[in-house]
Structures are given as C-alpha cells and as structure tokens.
C-alpha cells in the first residue's frame, strides 16, 4: 500500500511543505513515469527519490559519481532510521557479496552504487533478485558527452533499463543545456521524455567578476569582510595549498583541500569545515558535490572555470540558507591566457590521436591486424621523451582512446610522486656535508622545484635523472634514501602505465571510427572556453541576466551584480555604508583613492562617491602626497 508522500516528509524531516518542483516529481514517479529533473543546486534533489521510494514496497537502486557524497547520503539515511548501503571501491567480494544479500532479504529500502559497479556481473545478477521501486541517477550529466564532467562509465546505466523495462527511472541535476538533457534521456531510454524544470535563479546571491592585479590582496579583503563560511575555488592542487597558507598567515582560520589527500586527511578537513571549526575552506573542483552547508556566505573563483555549467554549480554552494551571499570572480589580465594555455593548448585533435596510436603500436612492435587483448606496462615519461610528446597532451589523448574503447588505461597514473623538505635548511647543510653523495640530486631538487620547504611537490623522477646523468632507478634509491633519514617526505608513485589494447592494429583506421565525435567533443571544449570567457568581459548585461540565459531562462536585472550597481544610479544608503568602511580604514593609515579601492570591494564609481561625502562633511581631507586623511577634531 503506498504512503502519503507529505506524512512522511514531516515524520523523517520534519517539513510540512515540499519546495519547488519536488512534489511534482514525486507524484509522476509514483505515477510510474521517466522523469528528468534540473534542479539548481541546493534545490532538493536528493528528497526527489527518497520520498518516492519510502511510500512503496521495495527498493531504490541510486547511481552516484562520488563516494564521499554516497557516505554522506547513507550516514544521513542511517541517522533517519533508514535502511541504506553503499557499495562503492575497496571493498572485498566476500563483504560485497553480504551487503549484497542483505539488500535481497534484509529489507533495505536504498542501495547507492557508483557507475562502475554496474559493470561486474555479480552486481547484476543479484540486482535482479531484488524488488527494485525506482532507479535514480544522481549527476545525471556525467552521463552526456555533451556535458561537463563527463564519465564513461555512466553511459552504462543504461544496462538498468534493460534489467528494469517496466520500473521508473528518475536522472537528477543541477545543470543540463537541452543538447545535454536529450543524450541524458535517450541513453537511459526514456518511455516519455518528460523534463521537470525549476528556475536556476538564485536570487539571494550577488554574482560579481572583480578585476584587480593583486588578487591575494583583493581575496584577504573578500574574507574579512565576512565572519561565516567560505569557499575559494583554484584549479591546481598546490595553489590550493599556497593560497590556504597565505590566508592562515594573515590570521584567518583556513585550510586546503584537493583530490591528491588521503580518504582521512580529506574526511578530518571536511569535518572541520562543516562544524565551523574551519571558516575558509580553499580547493579544487574535486570538492563540493553534494556538499550542503546552508551557511556559506563567500564563494570566490580565483582563477576562470572551464565551463559556465561548473562555474554555475560551484557558486551556487553559496547562500543555500536563503540569506544574501556573494559569489566572486577574481581575476586579473593573465587569467583567461592561462585558462587557453590548460584547457585548450591540451585537447589532442584527431591527427594527433592518429601519431600517438601509431607511435604506442611501434614502441610495442604489434603488427598490422594483431594487438586486441594484450597488456603492456609503458613507462610514460620514457615513451614521451623517446617520441619529443607533450606530456599532458599525450596523457589526454590516452584518455581519448579509452573512453573509445581502443585500449583500457590502469587509473593510477594521476597520483604522481611527491617531495617535501621537512629538515630545516641547517640540518640540511649539516647532512649534505657528511652524505656528499646526495648533494647533487638535492641541488637539483632546490632548483627545479619551488616551494619545496613548504609544500608537497610533483616531481618527475625522469627528469631529475635526466638532469643529473644518472639512471632512474638511482634516483628513486637516492630519494627513499633522504626519507629514510628524514630529511625529505616522499610519496612515490611507480610511474609504469598498464596499457590493455582492446581491438586489433589497424592504424589510421582505428581512429577514423570515431573521429567525427572527437571532433565534436573538441568544439564542445571550445565553444564552453568561449562562453565563459564572454560571461566575464560582458560588463554590459546583468550577471543574473547572462547565466539564467545560458541555461534557456529569462530573468529580470538583479540590482546587485557588479554590472547593475555600475548601471543604476548610486544608492545613498549604499554611499554611506561605503563611507563609514572607508572612514575606517582611513583611522589606521592614510591612503590615495587608488589604494582604497584595492582594499574595498564595491566598484570605483561608489568609493568615489563615498569619498566625495566624506570631504563634505569635512571628516577627510587630501594631504600634500594627494591621500585621503581624517581630521582630528
């Protein structure tokens, strides 16, 4: 018999009411339909298919690209007396085999996989002895070719309608253009492509693109300015760390976070995080999803995102208390440079692809029509020197051709080997003097490697041996060596590839097979560079305006971005908050109205009027070295 959706809303969480769309979506899936539901980000998803399949018999299979979000999910389920399990990566197959069980009998109402999982067979056969009520795909953009973060592996779910003809499937997420939504829906079969829609606006939050030279200093200004949460995006491992040091330096309780941690490390900082223990939290794109912490105030971009679907998703972490919060570009005149250079220097195009193929078929001397089903471990950086192959470029196009499927890739290569100091420069020149025969490669760490004293940093092995003459396999001893003796933290990483080839040799024709997609698939990169890079040189359309547009809204001015207060005419009430922050700071030091508004964050026009107000009311005056100075009364 099935239960009253809003009954049990109240009794697990306490609401009377559903927001937004939640309660449409929830009576189309009881009704038994597909449903494709955009909600932004804070909208509710996950109580999208909770709900549903609480008020019927049975369980719901959710498909899930994260672990720490499937964690998060089940711990709160489990808090709610709800019985969930998750069966993500690492665990043993007896124990697989016993959750497993314990879904077909135990009466679990929820089983969260991640998209792999649905490849081994063991899961499938005993997914079908289950009572299975709803099929949810959470992220269900990974799912499209077309859409950012883009997986593999997610194009599979759709072996769920196949076990399940008859069953509802529910794709969730927060950004989808309609190229994105319709692959999401075709590759999951929908028996009616029926889309459930709320508006992304987010009128609580005022987006702002900020230009200004000194970013470190422009970003300590943003995060005095607010006493809760905050989030800065960087999009490289040791930025994150520089910039969470450079913030804790000048007296803010900050930390880094970023996929090269350990589960614990990143489960200690998230924690912090979240119990305000931790106020400022500086990391790459590999946090954030699923993350729901109400009381962010800041969320600050310091370097351009690759795409507006991600910008949208990230900034959107910002407010979901429904208090007013901002969302930050920072940037100077280098950034979308630097943006070109990592995103679209590297994107391998088809004759590429075609050099770097033959060149892995030579270096293993597979002949002509052979090759299909046979493993070989290829040491990268050696292959790359032997061929003069941009590393990042040739690591890229090896993704390309697995997702194609012409050959399997180990996914251990990203973790690279690490190097840290941690003996003090002194101690340093002390050991060197009586291990002469480590000074060279320590030399040479010191100039190859900045930051060295203070972060964990990638080294290439390869050219540390190239650099100093010497054979790899030295280098690593040499390395484990100054762990032993604790002057250097190393984390080594075997920098052997295992490289499966799936199909036999066949050359340029190999790749032809798919070379129309790899060509779409490139200008898809491009084309998400340019409308990003559009997003933040339009100073002329409201911010609200051009994102809500992007995504197929309309949407009227916000009144707060940094276009509209350039735009409309200058609030008073606004003048005078400006003027008493400038006043302030005035009473510590006098300043020129250059460098006031390099300190204050509102645009240059309402600090000006600020000024102006303050010399009227003759609080300020400009001195002989034309600075702003208060007069003591």
């Keep these: 018999m099935q239960k009253n959706p809003k009954d049990i809303l109240q009794h697990y969480w306490g609401y009377n009411t559903f927001r937004g769309s939640q309660e449409q979506v929830i009576d189309n899936i009881l009704k038994q339909k597909d449903i494709l539901a955009l909600l932004p980000t804070g909208g509710g998803k996950s109580i999208c298919y909770q709900i549903p399949a609480l008020a019927q018999e ?29 069966i993500t990566g690492g665990i043993p197959f007896d124990e697989i085999s016993n959750l497993l069980d314990n879904c077909v009998f135990g009466n679990y109402k929820f089983l969260y996989l991640s998209p792999e999982r649905l490849q081994q067979e063991v899961v499938k056969e005993r997914i079908l002895q289950m009572n299975i009520n709803l099929i949810a795909i959470d992220e269900a953009h990974c799912i499209s070719q077309w859409g950012n973060d883009f997986r593999p592996a997610y194009r599979n779910c ?61 970003l300590k200004q943003l995060c005095s300015q607010t006493t809760k949460s905050s989030i800065v995006y960087v999009r490289s491992r040791r930025l994150s760390e520089q910039i969470a040091s450079y913030l804790k330096d000048n007296g803010f309780s900050s930390t880094f976070f970023h996929g090269g941690m350990s589960k614990k490390e990143k489960e200690k900082k998230l924690n912090n995080w979240l119990s305000n223990k931790t106020k400022i939290i500086v990391a790459t794109n590999a946090f954030g999803m699923g993350i729901d912490k109400p009381d962010v105030n800041l969320v600050v971009h310091y370097q351009i995102p690759d795409s507006i679907e991600n910008y949208y998703q990230e900034a959107g972490r910002a407010g979901r208390d429904g208090n007013a919060a901002n969302a930050i570009l920072l940037l100077n005149k280098e950034d979308d440079m630097q943006l070109k250079r990592q995103f679209l220097s590297v994107l391998p195009d088809v004759s590429f692809l075609k050099l770097l193929y033959n060149k892995l078929n030579n270096y293993f001397q597979i002949p002509y029509g052979d090759g299909s089903q046979q493993k070989y471990l290829l040491n990268f950086n050696i292959f790359c020197n032997t061929y003069k192959l941009n590393r990042l470029l040739t690591y890229n196009g090896l993704k390309i051709l697995d997702q194609h499927s012409v050959l399997s890739l180990s996914e251990n290569y990203s973790k690279q080997s690490t190097v ?85 040799r066949e050359d340029d024709q190999t790749i032809n097979s798919f070379s129309r997609k790899v060509k779409e698939l490139q200008q898809v990169k491009i084309d998400n560079i340019d409308h990003i890079l559009q997003y933040v040189k339009n100073n002329a359309v409201c911010r609200s305006v051009q994102l ?86």
């Design 420 to 504: 840290r100091f941690i003996a003090s420069k002194q101690v340093l020149n002390h050991y060197l003097n009586t291990h002469k025969n480590l000074a060279l490669i320590v030399q040479t760490l010191l100039r190859t490697y900045g930051g060295i004293f203070e972060y964990n940093v990638k080294i290439n092995t390869f050219l540390i041996s190239k650099k100093t003459n010497s054979n790899e396999d030295i280098i690593i001893q040499l390395l484990e060596k100054l762990q032993k003796d604790e002057i250097i933290q190393y984390t080594a990483q075997h920098n052997d590839l295992e490289l499966t080839f799936l199909v036999p």
């Design 158 to 218: 759709s072996i769920l309608r196949e076990m399940f003809p008859s069953i509802p499937i529910l794709a969730l997420t927060a950004t989808a253009t309609k190229k994105v939504s319709k692959d999401i829906m075709e590759n999951l079969q929908f028996r009616s492509n029926t889309i459930i829609k709320d508006s992304f606006s987010r009128d609580n939050i005022a987006f702002k693109v900020l230009w200004n030279e000194d970013k470190l200093y422009q």
């Design 58 to 86: 049975g369980l719901c299979i959710v498909i899930s690209p994260l672990i720490a979000l499937i964690q998060d999910q089940v711990n709160n389920l489990k808090e709610k007396g709800i019985k969930a399990i998750a």
């Design 548 to 633: 809500l547009s992007y995504f197929g809204e309309k949407n009227k001015k916000c009144g707060k971005c940094d276009v509209c207060i350039n735009k409309t005419g200058i609030d008073s009430d606004l003048v005078n908050i400006v003027a008493n922050e400038t006043y302030k700071l005035l009473k510590t030091n006098k300043m020129s109205s250059r460098e006031l508004m390099k300190m204050l964050t509102y645009n240059e026009n309402l600090v000006l009027e600020a000024l102006q107000l303050l010399l009227e009311e003759e609080k300020v005056y400009i001195n002989k070295q034309n600075q702003y100075q208060i007069i003591n009364l």
